[in-house]
């Protein structure tokens, strides 16, 4: 029953699936996440449900080719199908009408917001949603977004599309202008980070939803443990989204890898630079 319907090539290295399932697919909520096996033996492949479609019994997913199980599930055609997938599982995203909100996607974040877009939306908040890339070509599902935000800023460091310029510029002029209720950062551990630092000084609450494209120990891509206020979580567990407020930034980096990603021209990973504002 886990057939995939249709596939689009977004990128080299990034490939979005449609797949229809037996699973309760109303169950999932923005947040969650799904684990899939291509076959029995196989490794287990963790993926944020993008979409869900009822009418349609069909769940939206965004694979980034990271290892060779990602690879394999990316060479995957239309009508072939999958051994198993298993979920939802981790802590949803809390939704609600908070008012403006204010949310930060880069790389992969990006499709996991669809989803919490959605929900955010529906719930009679205003969405103000800001795209930050190295290059144009960083941006990715621009137009989904656009779709379902108020208000869309894009920001370029080499100011190639968009604005040129950093987060920390736009949440300035944004809270100048109009106040913020409730942050989402979906992204590294770097732009958690940073975005949370900026958050912190208005004293507006910030939830976090984690992509690094890493395998850890344990073979489960972009999923960690980090320490979250003096407690262990278990991302594996939990989920990939957390109240952005708590002492463990060194540790969720670190975890993440020391060397800095770069965004390449197709979009694929992340950027990890320092930002200096």
């Given at each position: 029953?886990?057939?995939i319907?249709a596939k689009r090539?977004?990128?080299?290295?990034?490939?979005k699936?449609?797949?229809?399932?037996?699973r309760?697919i109303n169950?999932?909520?923005?947040?969650?996440?799904?684990?899939?096996?291509?076959?029995?033996s196989?490794?287990?492949?963790?993926l944020?449900?993008s979409k869900v479609n009822?009418e349609r019994e069909?769940?939206?997913?965004?694979?980034?080719?990271?290892?060779?199980?990602?690879?394999q599930?990316?060479g995957?055609?239309e009508?072939?199908?999958?051994?198993?997938?298993?979920?939802?599982?981790g802590?949803?995203v809390?939704?609600a009408n908070?008012?403006?909100v204010l949310?930060v996607?880069?790389?992969l974040?990006?499709?996991?917001?669809l989803?919490i877009l959605?929900?955010l939306?529906?719930?009679?908040?205003?969405v103000?949603?800001v795209?930050?890339a190295?290059?144009?070509?960083?941006?990715?599902?621009?137009n989904?977004?656009?779709?379902?935000?108020?208000e869309v800023?894009?920001?370029t460091?080499?100011g190639?599309?968009g604005e040129k310029?950093?987060?920390c510029?736009a949440?300035?002029?944004?809270?100048a202008e109009?106040t913020?209720?409730?942050?989402?950062?979906?992204?590294?551990?770097k732009?958690?980070?940073?975005?949370?630092?900026l958050?912190r000084?208005y004293?507006v609450?910030m939830?976090?939803?984690?992509?690094?494209?890493?395998?850890?120990?344990?073979?489960?891509n972009s999923?960690?443990r980090v320490?979250?206020c003096s407690d262990?979580k278990?991302?594996c567990?939990?989920g990939v989204?957390?109240n952005?407020?708590?002492n463990?930034y060194e540790e969720?980096?670190?975890?993440?890898?020391?060397?800095?990603?770069?965004?390449?021209?197709?979009a694929t990973v992340f950027q990890?630079?320092?930002?200096?504002?």
């Amino acid at each position: 029953m886990n057939k995939i319907v249709a596939k689009r090539i977004v990128s080299e290295n990034l490939v979005k699936f449609e797949i229809k399932t037996s699973r309760e697919i109303n169950e999932i909520k923005p947040g969650q996440y799904v684990i899939l096996r291509i076959e029995e033996s196989g490794p287990r492949i963790p993926l944020t449900v993008s979409k869900v479609n009822i009418e349609r019994e069909t769940i939206t997913v965004f694979v980034l080719v990271t290892n060779n199980g990602t690879e394999q599930l990316a060479g995957m055609y239309e009508g072939t199908s999958l051994f198993s997938i298993n979920g939802p599982f981790g802590i949803p995203v809390a939704t609600a009408n908070f008012g403006t909100v204010l949310c930060v996607g880069r790389g992969l974040g990006s499709a996991a917001m669809l989803p919490i877009l959605s929900s955010l939306r529906t719930s009679g908040n205003r969405v103000i949603t800001v795209l930050p890339a190295q290059t144009k070509e960083g941006i990715i599902l621009e137009n989904e977004i656009r779709a379902i935000s108020n208000e869309v800023i894009i920001l370029t460091e080499d100011g190639s599309w968009g604005e040129k310029g950093l987060i920390c510029h736009a949440v300035r002029a944004l809270q100048a202008e109009s106040t913020i209720n409730q942050v989402f950062a979906l992204g590294s551990p770097k732009l958690i980070k940073e975005t949370n630092s900026l958050t912190r000084k208005y004293n507006v609450p910030m939830q976090a939803v984690l992509f690094s494209g890493k395998t850890d120990e344990g073979g489960l891509n972009s999923i960690f443990r980090v320490s979250t206020c003096s407690d262990g979580k278990s991302l594996c567990v939990d989920g990939v989204n957390f109240n952005a407020y708590f002492n463990g930034y060194e540790e969720l980096i670190q975890r993440f890898g020391g060397k800095a990603r770069q965004e390449n021209h197709n979009a694929t990973v992340f950027q990890e630079a320092n930002i200096s504002c």
